[in-house]
C-alpha cells in the first residue's frame, strides 16, 4: 500500500553557489618528472635505427 503525505514537497530546491570556481581543487600529488641520463637515451637511439636498417 503506498501513502501519500499531502503538502510535503519530495523536491528540494537549492540556489548555485555563491562563488564558482573555474576549477576543481586537485587532490591529487604533483607528479615529477623523470629525467633519463643522455647515454641511455644514445642507446636508445641506436637500437632503432640498427631495427630500421
Do not use: N, Y
Request: hydrophobic share 35%; net charge negative.
Amino acid at each position: 500500500m503506498r501513502v501519500v503525505k499531502i503538502g510535503v514537497a519530495w523536491w528540494t530546491e537549492a540556489a548555485p553557489p555563491q562563488v564558482i570556481f573555474p576549477e576543481k581543487p586537485s587532490s591529487c600529488p604533483i607528479l615529477e618528472t623523470i629525467l633519463e641520463e643522455e647515454r641511455e637515451i644514445e642507446e636508445d637511439d641506436q637500437e632503432h635505427e640498427d631495427e630500421s636498417v
